[in-house]
């Protein structure tokens, strides 16, 4: 949760959500970078301490933070990935396939395009079929691969705003 308030205050950075009924059925997340986003997380470090405790006794949890947090860093990205990025989008299971993931991505683009960005970068899990169809069908193309955790190679999209919707 720490997280996501963080993103929603962080410069650079934007939360979009969609409603139907009053309720919020999605939630996408894009920004430039993720050091704003880590700055205003140690503005709460006590909160931040506490979100983090149950990780820190568990050593592959622990890893797999240390593998974020040096990704975050663009280490291993391929060459000319542009630096702003979708950093997560979600759907609730009974709004899926129903628009929501369409219509959040187009609100990220518009975002994006009227902040001056000309392209963003998306990560994806190598083992999440559907979504990459949904971001090729969205019009971003494979620009390399990364492996954000040890032995799980992801798939880096590019979307560039001159890319059909």
């Known amino acids: 949760m720490l997280m996501y308030e963080a993103m929603d205050r962080a410069e650079g950075v934007t939360l979009i959500t969609e409603e139907r009924d009053g309720r919020v059925v999605g939630f996408i997340t894009g920004g430039t970078s993720m050091e704003p986003i880590y700055k205003r997380m140690l503005r709460s470090p006590v909160r931040l301490g506490l979100a983090l405790a149950p990780a820190l006794?568990?050593?592959?949890?622990?890893?797999?933070?240390?593998?974020?947090?040096?990704?975050s860093g663009d280490a291993d990205l391929p060459d000319g990935?542009?630096?702003?990025?979708l950093l997560s989008l979600a759907v609730a299971p009974e709004a899926r396939g129903s628009g929501v993931a369409d219509a959040l991505y187009r609100k990220l683009v518009e975002d994006f395009q009227s902040r001056g960005v000309n392209a963003f970068r998306i990560i994806v899990g190598d083992g999440l079929a559907p979504a990459h169809r949904f971001y090729q069908r969205m019009g971003a193309t494979v620009a390399g691969e990364v492996q954000v955790h040890e032995g799980e190679r992801s798939k880096?999209?590019?979307?560039?705003?001159?890319?059909p919707l």
């Open 156 to 163: 880096v999209y590019v979307h560039r705003m001159n890319a």
């Open 81 to 85: 990935v542009p630096e702003a990025e």
């Open 57 to 71: 006794v568990r050593p592959a949890k622990v890893r797999r933070i240390i593998e974020i947090l040096r990704y």
